[in-house]
């Protein structure tokens, strides 16, 4: 007999989690409680009422799993009231969620844990708050936090003092205990985990927008919109965060006799140019409206993950959970007034409609959140209204997808952001070049500039050494540039293909679309080009080598010249294939050095010939091989520019 399920919470976070755990093979019920009108009829909806009468009700009905959605539960102990009964729950007890629902309890378990985390000050009075703002310095500005729950709504970021002081007077009456702290500039990630006792199973991160309005303006909310995958996030990182962050709280909290189970969810600020990151809070659940991108995305079976956890078997699963590789966004619609004054009773137009989509489609169009029935339609009932979603290859399909749900689904005065997944998106849309490099990095220097300069329509999604100390690392840093390394020396000759699998499984979560070797001074095998060839054949691998070849190839080419007494040498671009500087030539350059009386003369002449070059070849064929979809007609490209040679 298939088990029963009850999830419980009201928001589009719920209506996402009954959904991904009713396509469970082992699930035969899914229940809601309390749930909402707008979600669909085959989740039937309970009561909540006391924890005790719903736990009664849960071993009259034989429930196998209690899943909770909402913090608030949680903080008030309903994990160990069902537990007290006989139940399994996937959700913290009381005083593990401990973690979300007291701030300064979390600042605590990260400091013993040395979990990175920004600077802070709890304070016990509004004045004790006044204090530690006029008397401590804040260059980048102040947060200031209410202690405890505030359904995503007790935090204020502030610009100044001034601002913190007006944040203060607002918290203080609802939250006696404050948490001051320095504001931290980056970007946003947040990242879940399904955690049992010590053992955790990462999911991919996501992207929450807090913000009520465009361009991160206006209050705080419980969230406007949401997407996964987030790009720029290296893939080596999830063993980071389990190995930094889950790994040594969970230790923590489990010393502190708060063993965690359920889902633990790290709100990160994360600069990836210096390769840094802080933990900004935990919380003790998923994410709404994280939930509603990751769990669509998500492989495999929900139920069967929340029951491991649950009975703290994690211990032999993959510590990291399957995903697909689809793109996912999720918008919120919210009611006029939100968040401080909500409007409800506001008819929802297309409402029944698009949710009818539901059955149709293998992932729901929208997940129903304040949502009451009236009549024959649904009308609003609080804040977050629904949330939409939209899935595709990319970010930029599946936000086409999210935003046109709304072209027949609307209500009066809906509030809703215009900007979810555009940044994102756009900088998914430029050929993503990973830059490799061994030495001092001046091509890289000459491609960027091209980049700044718009001669050149590409980012650079990595720059990677395979030597620690290489100083182009240091000048990547300095430019905000993503870096990566693994360092050859540590494997030798003897282990290259193992280098060369790191290698490849790093560059997989930078996702570049190519690779350009400038200055990188290692030989690649056949397979690790193969790791990067188009599906139509042709390398995705380009170099610039310092002679004309084939004359010259390996090292020191311009002193090999030199040495040789040639009178004209040059610069050639080409594609990387498994023999030494061979592969398809996309361009070369010729310049005269017979007025040179040393090598390091013909290098100099070389280089700034090389930097203008590189650039304007890397220009037209990223573009060209980008954007041509149908690349059939590439290797006889090739063979008709291979022999160009630019003249000065
Ligand atoms: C450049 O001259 C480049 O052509 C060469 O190394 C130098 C790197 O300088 N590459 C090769 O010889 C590849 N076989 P950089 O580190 O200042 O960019």
């Known amino acids: 007999m298939g088990a029963k399920v009850v999830v419980v919470g009201a928001g589009a976070r719920e209506h996402a989690l009954a959904w991904k755990l009713s396509r469970s093979p082992h699930v035969a019920h899914v229940f809601v409680a309390p749930g909402n009108a707008g979600m669909p009829v085959c989740f039937e909806r309970w009561d909540l009422g006391s924890f005790e009468a719903f736990a009664k009700r849960c071993v009259v009905e034989h429930i196998d799993l209690v899943v909770i959605g909402p913090d608030n539960p949680l903080a008030e102990g309903i994990t160990d009231i069902l537990e007290s009964h006989g139940l399994l729950v996937f959700g913290p007890s009381r005083k593990a969620a401990q973690i979300e629902a007291s701030k300064s309890f979390a600042k605590d378990v990260m400091e013993a844990a040395r979990v990175p985390t920004a600077r802070f000050k709890v304070c016990d009075s509004a004045a004790d708050a006044k204090k530690v703002i006029e008397n401590e310095s804040w260059p980048n500005g102040l947060v200031v936090k209410a202690d405890g729950l505030a359904f995503g709504k007790g935090v204020h970021v502030c610009d100044n003092e001034e601002q913190a002081l007006k944040a203060v007077a607002e918290l203080a009456p609802h939250s006696p205990r404050l948490l001051i702290e320095e504001r931290l500039a980056g970007e946003e990630v947040s990242w879940m985990a399904f955690c049992s006792g010590v053992d955790c199973s990462l999911l991919e991160p996501a992207r929450d927008f807090k913000r009520l309005l465009d361009q991160d303006e206006g209050p705080n909310t419980g969230g ?188 009066k005065g809906m509030q809703l952001r215009r900007d979810i997944g555009e940044k994102e998106s756009r900088s998914q849309a430029l050929p993503r070049i990973a830059i490799f ?26 720059v990677f050494s395979d030597k620690n100390d290489a100083p182009v690392l240091e000048l990547a840093k300095r430019e905000g540039v993503p870096i990566c390394c693994v360092d050859f020396s540590k494997f030798g000759r003897a282990r290259r293909a193992e280098f060369e699998e790191r290698v490849i499984a790093e560059m997989r979560t930078f996702q570049p679309d190519f690779l350009v070797f400038a200055g990188f001074m290692r030989l690649v095998s056949r397979f690790f080009i193969d790791a990067f060839r ?81 650039p ?29 040679v630019l003249q000065n």
């Open 224 to 411: 406007m919109g949401a997407l996964s995958p987030v790009p720029g996030v290296p893939a080596h990182w999830a063993e980071r965060m389990q190995r930094e962050v889950f790994e040594p709280t969970l230790r923590e909290l489990q010393k502190r006799g708060c063993e965690f189970k359920g889902l633990l969810y790290a709100g990160l600020m994360v600069d990836f140019a210096q390769d840094r990151y802080w933990v900004l809070e935990f919380n003790a659940r998923f994410g709404d409206p994280e939930a509603q991108v990751l769990l669509p995305r998500m492989k495999g079976d929900l139920y069967e993950w929340c029951r491991a956890s649950a009975k703290g078997e994690l211990a032999g699963w993959p510590r990291i959970v399957p995903f697909s590789e689809e793109s996912a966004v999720t918008i919120v619609a919210a009611a006029p007034g939100y968040p401080q004054a909500p409007q409800s009773g506001i008819l929802i137009e297309g409402f029944a409609a698009k949710s009818r989509e539901d059955t149709m489609s293998a992932v729901p169009p929208l997940f129903s959140a304040a949502v009451k029935k009236d009549g024959d339609g649904f009308v609003s009932a609080g804040g977050r209204v629904f949330s939409v979603l939209g899935m595709g290859p990319s970010l930029k399909v599946a936000r086409e997808k999210a935003y046109a749900h709304f072209s027949d689904l609307s209500f």
């Open 437 to 462: 490099a061994s030495g001092r990095g001046s091509g890289f220097g000459a491609i960027l500039n091209a980049i700044k300069n718009k001669e050149l329509a590409a980012q650079v999604c990595v």
């Open 534 to 614: 188009s599906p139509k054949g042709y390398s995705r691998i380009v170099n610039i080598h310092p002679s004309l070849l084939p004359s010259f190839p390996g090292r020191d080419s311009y002193a090999q010249a030199f040495e040789h007494g040639v009178k004209i040498t040059g610069v050639s671009v080409h594609l990387v294939e498994e023999e030494m500087d061979g592969g398809p030539i996309l361009a070369q350059e010729a310049f005269d050095i017979s007025d040179l009386r040393t090598a390091s003369e013909v290098e100099k002449r070389g280089l700034s010939v090389e930097h203008r070059l590189y």
């Open 616 to 644: 304007k070849v890397l220009n037209w064929f990223l573009q060209e091989q980008f954007q041509v979809e149908t690349l059939s007609s590439l290797a006889s490209e090739i063979a008709g520019r291979r022999t160009r």
